[in-house]
């Protein structure tokens, strides 16, 4: 029982120190490691296979609405990154630069991507010519980097692993609507397979992503009550395209710039599936996204049989279309419980000779530690439909948080004391100055997240500075 106990024990409780124990779940749970590299991380098997099931699940989205993927350098040259000024200044804090190609200087120096637009645009002035070049919808899966001053695993590293989707398209309102679709892919999947509600809208000028038009954002909320900006997507109309002399012939044979998308999900959603759902005791993993669904777990595993009907149940979920694994290693089944609960697997299966003698298994749920015992002849059956009651209640309960913790707030101070005091988001009028975003900021520490699609007013003035109201915008603090 001590190693069981300790096991749980090191990890300090969410209530204490938010910070320590999601630093301990990330460790703990096995999910990233440091490395002798400052600011980047190892991503661990339980954790990249966390990051394969994304990819799967995303890839697989995106190619339902025609995106196609392509992989480009890794290096952008300084003269092509400069062409388009503010998506300059935007990344120059964090850009990092080659300036030496084995034993010599390099003659201009080379950009390790912070992102792809400029390499993109320089591909597509080459790619497209005619309107029967377009639409083109690319994606890449890839590394990028930024060299941010503080990290932290998932949610902010030197390095870190993303998609970055580019769009080109004869029209406006083509590139419009490839924009909102894919903000919509994003927010299907953060909610039908992460479990995690998420509040759609646009960004500020302030907030939008260098270089665009428009951005626009899913933003969630943490347990602890702050945000995390958890999928983008950016309407650039034809800036980029006139910047890089993107042109093509029209149907009248007339030179037309295209106009351009990009939208992007990273690892640091990972981070959010662990700060939206865990406890105490570590991780819980929606069952859509965990790797191994269901846990078997041989009580008295050197009593005879067990062992053989242990691999008989996981034969027969496997054939189910379920993850599964028994746990056949030799420490304690107390040591097990807290190990796959530390590492969230979502539904654990006891089966020893006694539930052998009477044809059954105990059923054990992650998230809400609910026992339930069931035939072995229904097996199959019953634990799926019991991982997908857990995938819809992990859902219910992620929503239930975001909305008790969202305030409306119609007065600055009354506005102030929320932030303070009531950690979530707080839904307040906005006159659409940045000089007011800047003092609230400055004031409370919390930022414009989004200008929600659903504008429900609740008032006419700014909640800053008096003047009329043009948006209602959810504010907070954030990661």
Request: proline share 5%; net charge negative.
């Amino acid at each position: 029982m001590a190693k069981e106990k300790k096991l749980v024990e090191a990890i300090t409780s969410m209530e204490d120190d938010f910070a320590k124990w999601y630093t301990d779940v990330v460790l703990k749970a096995e999910l990233t490691d440091y490395t002798s590299v400052k600011g980047c991380m190892v991503i661990k098997p339980a954790g990249y296979a966390i990051w394969e099931n994304i990819q799967n699940e995303v890839d697989r989205r995106f190619k339902e609405t025609g995106v196609e993927n392509v992989y480009l350098p890794i290096f952008i040259p300084e003269s092509l990154l400069e062409k388009e000024k503010d998506h300059v200044e935007g990344f120059a804090p964090e850009v990092a630069w080659v300036t030496q190609g084995g034993l010599e200087p390099l003659q201009e120096r080379l950009c390790v991507r912070p992102t792809s637009e400029t390499l993109f645009c320089d591909f597509y002035s080459k790619e497209i010519h005619s309107h029967r070049d377009l639409p083109k919808v690319y994606n890449q899966w890839c590394s990028v980097v930024r060299w941010e001053k503080t990290t932290r695993p998932f949610l902010r590293s030197r390095e870190f692993l993303w998609q970055e989707g580019h769009t080109a398209h004869a029209t406006a309102e083509e590139a419009k609507e490839r924009t909102i679709q894919m903000l919509n892919v994003y927010a299907d999947f953060c909610e039908e397979v992460l479990a995690i509600p998420v509040i759609k809208g646009q960004k500020t000028e302030k907030e939008k992503f260098s270089g665009a038009e428009s951005t626009y954002t899913i933003e969630a909320l943490m347990h602890d009550g702050k945000a995390l900006q958890s999928g983008t997507s950016h309407y650039f109309g034809d800036g980029f395209a006139r910047a890089y002399d993107i042109q093509y012939t029209d149907k009248d044979n007339k030179l037309q710039y295209v106009y351009q998308t990009s939208f992007g999900l990273s690892t640091r959603i990972i981070g959010a599936i662990i700060m939206v759902h865990g406890d105490n005791s570590g991780l819980k993993l929606p069952p859509k996204i965990a790797p191994t669904q269901v846990m078997v777990v041989p009580i008295r595993q050197d009593a005879h049989g067990v062992m053989e009907k242990s691999h008989e149940v996981e034969k027969s979920l496997k054939e189910a279309a379920i993850r599964v694994k028994v746990d056949d290693s030799d420490k304690s089944p107390g040591w097990k419980f807290s190990e796959q609960e530390m590492r969230g697997v979502p539904l654990r299966i006891e089966l020893g000779p006694k539930d052998i003698e009477k044809n059954q298994a105990v059923l054990v749920r992650r998230d809400t530690r609910e026992k339930m015992i069931v035939s072995l002849d229904e097996l199959p059956e019953k634990t799926g439909e019991l991982l997908d009651t857990i995938q819809s209640d992990m859902y219910t309960r992620a929503l239930e948080h975001l909305n008790s913790h969202t305030y409306e707030a119609k007065s600055y101070p009354e506005f102030q004391a929320t932030i303070e005091r009531k950690p979530g988001f707080v839904r307040a009028m906005w006159c659409g100055d940045a000089a007011c975003e800047d003092k609230i900021r400055e004031d409370t520490g919390a930022t414009s997240r989004c200008i929600p699609f659903d504008q429900e007013p609740i008032g006419k003035t700014c909640i800053c500075c008096g003047k009329p109201a043009k948006k209602m915008v959810y504010w907070g603090r954030a990661y």
